[in-house]
């Protein structure tokens, strides 16, 4: 059994990285879950979340994803992300600016526009801000 | 015999367009290659969302209850065909060679007593099918912009399918777009979106291991289905872009080398000419001594 598990983090525009690690622990839509070598066939859910990603007993990446898929074999963890971001290089300011901005647009839209994108963007922002938080 | 004033203004012309086509070549040559990269970077999401939704579908294909997204509507009386074009002519054959196609496909398929609708993305292929297909628009909208297909924007064209899919406007959706092979071949292709339809030779191998779900198998499908659409079309974006501009290079490639031909015809009968007048008026001034 190989010792490593193959991370690979795919958003629709390209792949972001792909590389090998110890554990990685993806934020399903029922729960963290840890993916160790040899894990068994699994598909989820993602909910906008941090991906740890860890190598040894330290965590040597935070990612942030807006949601999307997981799919874990026994090799292999390849999540495919709406969006994401790394989050050592995400400026708190901008979220800030993202989440008023969302909201603002929420305030003023008319009863009868759909504002379910707004919402969810609204919501993705809120969950990352509340990632740099926890950091 | 035209006049010496008329060749030089008509060489000249030559020249401007030519310099413009040289242009319109090289930027195309640059754009192909963004495209390209695009296309190229684009191509392991597009790859593992297949996979995945392969493996969920070989698990959920017995089930009577999975999606009607998967498995159809257990008819195929209305086709919808997602036409991708582009906005902008001089680019050769490319969106003469969609519009050829679909005209085939519709005149089969309505042989066949099935109805189809059209969903038009790009100006040029609204204008060449509005004539005889007017009536069976369902939609139509501008194609990617300047600045490249967007995921955005494929999800959004997504959505609204799924849309007309639930209020039961069509049974099977496909797009037709031009697969991007080498700059000089582009090859039209039909992708059929709804139902699902598998890859030919995609078929994975999962020595018999099932796949845990979690939420589980409905809920998991019902994103990922969606998703898949977007990335479908996104997919058929971005083959189209780089299409576009390989086709686009051919074109102007051509172009210029036939004003080049142009000009050097054009500049020997002016040569010719001139060395004409000249010699008449030789013979003229000749001729007028010797007469006296």
Do not use: W
């Not at chain 1, 874990?72 to 800030?96: H, I, K, P, Q, W």
Request: aromatic fraction near 6%; charge should be negative; include cysteine.
């Amino acid at each position: 059994m190989a010792d490593k598990v193959e991370f690979e983090l795919v958003s629709p525009e390209r792949l972001l990285v792909s590389e090998g690690a110890d554990m990685v622990v993806v934020p399903g839509e029922e729960g963290d879950f840890g993916v160790l070598p040899g894990h068994a066939l699994f598909l989820s859910g993602v909910r906008p979340g941090t991906i740890e990603v860890y190598n040894g007993e330290t965590i040597s990446d935070r990612i942030f994803v807006a949601g999307g898929f997981a799919e874990v074999t026994g090799e292999r963890c390849t999540v495919l992300a709406e969006e994401a971001v790394n989050l050592a290089e995400v400026e708190r300011v901008s979220v800030e600016a993202r989440i008023s901005d969302n909201e603002q647009a929420i305030s003023v839209a008319n009863p009868d526009e759909d504002v379910t994108e707004y919402e969810n963007d609204l919501r993705i922002g809120r969950a990352l801000l509340e990632a740099l938080d926890a950091q | 015999m035209p006049s010496l004033k008329y060749l030089r203004v008509r060489i000249n012309s030559v020249k401007a367009t030519q310099k413009i086509t040289s242009a319109m070549k090289m930027v195309a040559a640059s754009k192909l290659r963004r495209a390209q990269e695009q296309a190229e970077a684009a191509r392991p999401y597009a790859q593992r969302m297949d996979r995945m939704v392969s493996s969920i579908a070989q698990t959920v294909a017995e089930n009577e209850n999975a999606p009607t997204l998967l498995r159809g509507t257990a008819s195929d009386e209305t086709h919808l065909l997602v036409i991708a074009t582009s906005d902008r002519g001089l680019c050769g054959g490319f969106n003469a060679s969609i519009v050829r196609a679909v005209r085939a496909r519709i005149s089969e398929l309505e042989a066949d007593k099935k109805t189809v609708k059209l969903f038009i993305i790009g100006r040029k292929g609204r204008d060449q099918l509005r004539r005889e297909f007017g009536t069976q628009f369902v939609e139509t909208r501008d194609g990617p912009g300047s600045s490249g297909p967007r995921y955005a924007d494929a999800v959004a064209i997504a959505h609204t399918l799924i849309t007309l899919f639930d209020s039961k406007e069509f049974d099977v959706c496909s797009v037709v777009y031009n697969e991007f092979k080498t700059a000089m071949t582009q090859v039209v292709t039909f992708q059929q979106l709804i139902p699902f339809a598998q890859r030919i030779g995609d078929q994975i191998d999962l020595d018999g291991a099932i796949y845990e779900f979690e939420p589980d198998e409905d809920a998991i499908l019902d994103k990922l289905l969606p998703q898949n659409i977007g990335v479908q079309i996104y997919h058929a974006f971005l083959e189209n872009g780089a299409s576009e501009q390989g086709a686009r290079m051919m074109a102007m490639d051509n172009a210029t080398r036939n004003a080049g031909d142009m000009i050097d015809k054009l500049t020997l009968t002016y040569n010719r000419t001139r060395q004409a007048m000249i010699t008449k008026e030789l013979i003229e001034i000749v001729s007028g001594a010797e007469a006296l």
